[in-house]
């Protein structure tokens, strides 16, 4: 009777595992269908009003910088206020030149380190993606940037 | 050897007397690790900002996070706010009937407004909140195709109902 009882613990037994590997197929079908590949990040932007004009006047010098995008990919760099000056940095190979624009940007920023606020102005057919790779270009620069209506 | 001698020295062969088990115990394992791994990616990269199929957004090398807001998405159709079409759109063109004399598309004003006065009824201490915290963020999921007239005019319209702390939401470029 002993011998019985102990062969019987002895005996291999197998942990059904068909019904979890069932569960797991679901899951991960369910994961993968609602995973989303892309991730998403954003850029912080104002919209042009007085506001950013009476926080400038807080300001030493009081000078606003303007970034004015045309279809060309010329870029535009106007300053007004207490100063008033105009470069136009024009576009290289068919495409903004950004390497010369932040080289400009840079000696404004030198220039007038407590201004670091911009203005971008672009005319009216100009696609959204030309804005933000222009706003990741001149961001690191002047991160409050602020979107504005172009003089005609 | 023909066919019959063939068929019949098939069927006279000697079944296999042990029952025959497929070893599943390791593509458990794999399985497992697929399950931790895709989870893992699931909690981290949550987000309820899921832009519309016909939205093609634009690729930059932002680092923020998306946090919640209220999402306003422009397509080539349609203006939306968090999902619900507002204003309509033909080839990224508001319709001239629906323009204030400022340049801005009534119905989006329209929408605006309701919205925030539904938020004004939810939260009445929002309004007090805002001089403390700054203007409400808005997300901006707009195509990239957009021409900027439209952005700006989209823009202008949230800026004159308060939002001030705009999102643009783009792909990240890896």
Redesign the interface.
Known sequence: MKTSSRHECEQDF?LN??P??DC??V??AY??I???F??????????A?PAIGADAANQKENVEISLDLDQNRNVTVRLTGDRTESMVVPAREGDWDFAALRGKLEGLRGRFPATDSAILT????????Q???M??ATRGLYPKLA?G?RDE | MSNRKKKRRFLRRKKPTEEM?LQ??S??DI??I??VF??K??ST?I?N???SQSLS???????????EALKLEVSDSAVMIDDQPVTSLKNFVFDSNDLESNGTPRSLNAALVAFREKERARNPASAGAVAETGAPQL?VL????????T??AV??T??IHGF?????????DH
């Open positions: 197998e595992i068909a979890i590997i797991f197929v899951l991960i994961l993968l609602s995973a989303s892309i991730s998403l990040t954003s850029m912080d932007v104002q919209v009003v672009a005319v009216q057919e100009l696609e959204y993606s804005i933000v790779r706003i990741e979107l209506e | 088990v599943i115990t593509m458990a399985f497992t697929l399950l895709l989870l990616s699931f990269g987000s900002i899921t832009p957004l634009p690729i930059a090398s932002a680092q923020e996070n998306v946090e997300l707009a195509d990239q195709k957009t021409p900027y007239s952005l700006k823009m202008t949230a800026a001030g702390n705009f999102k643009l939401v783009v792909v990240e």
